[in-house]
């Protein structure tokens, strides 16, 4: 007789290297100058103190698709500028993800010594398996994205070389 287990991840860490200090790395998160430069170039707009509000707001492009205005929101929980922002992040990316809780999301940036800055971003997903799965890349950057390793790697393709990719 086999049996089998299922395990549920209800955790993601993406963790990245890039060579910026961490200020010009946490702008880049946080300003919606610089943060619909890169990824999925939805700008993002934050209310950068405890309790502030966050916004991802959908490009035309996208609402031309029919995703509507706000594709994410979230509060602000804690905040040590450049070096951690926790929030709460809820997406609005279908019927599935609106009817999911909200999670939990953590950025967390450690310069070294040299000036480049560690990266790690942890999004806690409990209860949310619709949302985990966008998160983490399933349908691909083709095939309606490539989650969280697909934006912290344009991150880092966009301060290390002034392009985001495929720009």
Do not use: C
């Amino acid at each position: 007789m086999t049996t089998a287990t299922e395990t549920t991840v209800t955790t993601q860490v993406y963790r990245v290297y890039i060579n910026a200090p961490a200020l010009k790395v946490w702008d880049a998160i946080t300003d919606p100058e610089w943060n619909g430069r890169y990824g999925y170039h939805a700008r993002q707009e934050y209310d950068l103190r405890v309790g502030g509000a966050y916004r991802a707001l959908a490009t035309a492009e996208m609402r031309e698709f029919g995703a509507p205005e706000v594709l994410i929101d979230g509060e602000i929980l804690e905040l040590d500028p450049p070096r951690r922002l926790v929030q709460t992040w809820h997406a609005y990316f279908d019927e599935a993800t609106t009817a999911e809780p909200t999670t939990r999301l953590t950025w967390e940036l450690h310069e070294g010594d040299a000036g480049s800055t560690e990266l790690t971003v942890t999004h806690e997903l409990t209860g949310a398996p619709g949302t985990a799965s966008v998160v983490r890349g399933d349908g691909g950057p083709g095939g309606g994205g490539g989650g969280w390793a697909w934006i912290v790697s344009d991150l880092k393709t966009f301060l290390e070389t002034g392009s985001a990719i495929g720009s």
